[in-house]
């Protein structure tokens, strides 16, 4: 009954100790209203090294919902400083699974571009929430090339997979424990009507 007190008093705790959620403005516009033209951040932008190129990505609009159209703009640079890439980028993406074991969805194909003033400018619209994994190939010097970056579209949930596991196990214990009580009860029931008609 102490451990299964405690397991409580922990998860109420660690629950009580998420980070608030926070309204996604800046400078006093919606981030969500944000394009390719506005002078503050896109939602994602980040930076990877492929080889012999720096691979520059970032996605508009700063929180891409479900049904709604966005674009992913990428920038291929040789790291020796010589002209960007010219070649053809191809988009794939893949919705990734809530539950990691199982596997994500088959590569599906947004697009192959030709670079627009030295950038790759590729629009998306996904009708489900969810994680997706985008990747963008290429081909420098006969060599295959890509690059991975996550894409969130809808807001996040609010419980995680872990949050869910967490809170099962919780209920699992509790579950236990009661039932244990009932059957330690019952058995001290019985043990006492019995003695009590035993007529010796």
Avoid: C
């Amino acid at each position: 009954m102490k451990a299964i007190k405690a397991i409580l008093l922990i998860a109420v705790l660690w629950l009580g100790l998420a980070p608030p959620v926070a309204a996604h403005h800046i400078l006093g516009r919606p981030a969500y209203s944000l394009n390719e033209d506005s002078n503050t951040p896109s939602s994602i932008q980040g930076e990877a090294l492929v080889e012999d190129f720096m691979v520059t990505f970032m996605v508009f609009p700063a929180f891409p919902k479900p049904g709604e159209p966005g674009r992913i703009h990428l920038y291929i640079k040789p790291v020796d400083g010589s002209d960007p890439f010219q070649g053809k980028v191809a988009f794939k993406v893949e919705k990734e699974n809530s539950i990691p074991f199982l596997g994500n969805s088959k590569p599906a194909p947004l697009g192959v571009q030709p670079p627009d003033s030295n950038v790759f400018r590729q629009s998306f619209k996904f009708s489900d929430a969810g994680d997706y994994l985008v990747t963008a190939e290429f081909k420098a010097g006969g060599k295959p090339l890509h690059v991975d970056f996550a894409l969130r579209v809808g807001a996040p949930p609010a419980l995680g997979l872990y949050e869910i596991l967490f809170a099962l196990l919780v209920a699992v214990i509790v579950i236990f424990g009661a039932l244990h009580r009932k059957r330690a009860m019952t058995a001290k029931i019985r043990a006492a009507h019995d003695q009590d008609t035993d007529p010796l």
